[in-house]
């Protein structure tokens, strides 16, 4: 079993005009395999700077995190990421864009070829391996990226607002695939989302963030990932009175959260 564990995080922005600002104060988070950990909160809580940290694209102002107690300095093969634009290169086809990081580390290539096509069968594209990746959706596209990530079977997945960018239809379609990865691969899941009913249904764990400085504010167990892998039908889940309810309470508290229009600082 891997643990990440997030200690006393802080992130401070040193401004153009000698002012400094405070994105994440004192965030502590700690978790296992098989946690599905999604963070929400409105815009500005940091949410963002807490997954670069973790990847390791950041460095923080003060605390730590550590993956099975090796600290992070830097980006590791240990930590996949999936990005809010799948970043994938238009040049290569599907399974050449799976395959990248693999060649880089000198994998050979029928071993990698066999790698990425078990990779792109868990997101339903092996149909799709040797199509240019301009010639695919984009929701093909997030797939496959999520697929690249996985190809190096990294401990943490860490996906940054990955379906954002989709029609309500194909982003509900890989939120379902997303749960069913989770579910088959057991790895740790750091999601970010702006969509309260996506946190709700995909998150073991919910954390919700205060306004800057970021800070964990609230945390919730969740079962309804586990329910849509029961019943295979995430519309139930999502018009179950459970399921409501819970939701009604997590935009009521990113509400009272909010600063009020036209306050200022420290009002």
Not at 111 to 140: C, F, N, T
Request: charged letters at 20%; glycine letters at 8%; aromatic letters at 8%.
């Amino acid at each position: 079993m891997s643990t990440l564990e997030i200690k006393n995080l802080s992130v401070n922005y040193a401004g153009s005009n000698g002012q400094s600002t405070l994105a994440l104060s004192d965030v502590n988070l700690r978790m296992n395999t098989g946690d599905f950990v999604v963070a929400l909160g409105a815009s500005g809580c940091g949410k963002t700077t807490l997954l670069s940290c973790i990847a390791g694209f950041m460095q923080p102002s003060e605390g730590t995190i550590s993956l099975d107690g090796k600290p992070v300095y830097g980006p590791g093969a240990e930590r996949g990421v999936v990005f809010q634009k799948h970043a994938l290169m238009p040049w290569l086809s599907v399974i050449e864009n799976v395959e990248f990081g693999l060649k880089m580390r000198g994998m050979g290539k029928a071993e990698r070829h066999a790698l990425a096509i078990e990779k792109l069968k868990l997101v339903q594209l092996e149909k799709y391996a040797d199509y240019p990746i301009y010639q695919i959706s984009g929701g093909m596209q997030q797939r496959a990226g999520v697929a690249r990530a996985l190809a190096s079977d990294p401990a943490v997945m860490l996906m940054d607002e990955p379906l954002g960018a989709l029609d309500a239809l194909t982003r509900a379609h890989i939120q379902d695939l997303i749960v069913e990865l989770w579910w088959q691969t057991k790895k740790m899941f750091f999601f970010i989302t702006h969509s309260v009913e996506e946190a709700l249904f995909l998150a073991t764990d919910l954390i919700v963030m205060t306004p800057s400085p970021g800070r964990i504010e609230h945390r919730f167990k969740l079962d309804f990932s586990k329910q849509f892998i029961e019943c295979k039908d995430s519309r139930k889940v999502k018009a179950s009175p459970e399921f409501i309810a819970m939701r009604e309470k997590v935009l009521s508290l990113i509400h009272d959260g909010q600063p009020e229009v036209g306050a200022k600082d420290g009002e």
